[in-house]
């Protein structure tokens, strides 16, 4: 019996020695991805993060930003090795300029555009109080820097309310920044990502929105790509993999975005 015991004993700490060694052999084969992430796309990016950790050990370092100053900021060395975008223009001249993997990059995304105002029963579900005039500041990002920007300008030129408008614009660096002058009420109102005010298929930010028709503005494509700094980076390279998977689809309707044609 004691034999018995003495074996079981041995036993357990055999297998408990196998596991901690390949847990400290997966942790050794783990490394860390640093995406420089357009400010529309925190949230999903987070998901995605936590999908990675889950599915192969890797990290997502995450930077929250407008894709200008990210762009800019690669050009100057910035140690990123995936750009998730907010445009195709950017990773484009990325590439032209040989700082990213050759044949890396890819439509991640489609984003949408809403008007949203922290206050309920402010923005009516047509966007009719963009012409109404009760209120002095409306929020966007700032479009030379932000997609989203450019999206709210283009809305407002389909609409005829650019003139009646610029004086009342409060231009945020990012989207990012936008969403917060709208919650903190610094504006009343504003253009910000759908994906800001939604989570799970719902509305989650509370006070009241219009999703902004597509027709109103240039499809918001996102692009996404492999920077040479990450060539070698198993991590980044499962992060460009994910971004082609049905759990990233899953993600992307999640927060209101259209997946891409695959």
Request: hydrophobic letters at 50%; proline letters at 6%.
């Amino acid at each position: 019996m004691r034999l018995l015991r003495y074996m079981s004993r041995g036993l357990a700490v055999r297998l408990a020695l196998t596991c901690f060694a390949a847990l400290s052999f997966a942790a050794a084969r783990a490394d860390t991805v640093n995406v420089a992430v357009a400010a529309n796309f925190a949230a999903p990016a987070k998901a995605l993060a936590a999908v990675l950790r889950q599915t192969t050990g890797h990290t997502a370092s995450l930077s929250f930003g407008a894709t200008g100053t990210f762009t800019a900021q690669i050009e100057n060395g910035a140690p990123f090795d995936v750009l998730l975008a907010a445009d195709t223009q950017s990773p484009a001249k990325l590439q032209s300029e040989g700082l990213t993997v050759p044949g890396s990059r890819l439509t991640y995304a489609i984003g949408r555009l809403a008007l949203w105002s922290a206050q309920p029963g402010l923005v009516d579900d047509q966007g009719r109080v963009l012409g109404g005039g009760r209120f002095d500041k409306l929020a966007i990002a700032n479009p030379k820097l932000a997609p989203y920007g450019q999206a709210a300008m283009q809305t407002l030129e389909k609409l005829g309310l650019t003139a009646q408008l610029t004086p009342k614009l409060v231009l945020g660096e990012s989207i990012g920044q936008t969403y917060q002058f709208v919650a903190s009420g610094n504006a009343p109102l504003g253009f910000v990502a759908l994906s800001q005010v939604m989570a799970g298929g719902k509305p989650v930010a509370g006070g009241s929105l219009w999703v902004v028709p597509e027709d109103l503005h240039a499809p918001i494509v996102q692009d996404a790509v492999l920077l040479k700094r990450g060539a070698d980076n198993p991590a980044a390279r499962a992060w460009m993999a994910l971004l082609r998977s049905p759990a990233a689809q899953k993600v992307l309707r999640d927060y209101g975005y259209a997946a891409p044609d695959r």
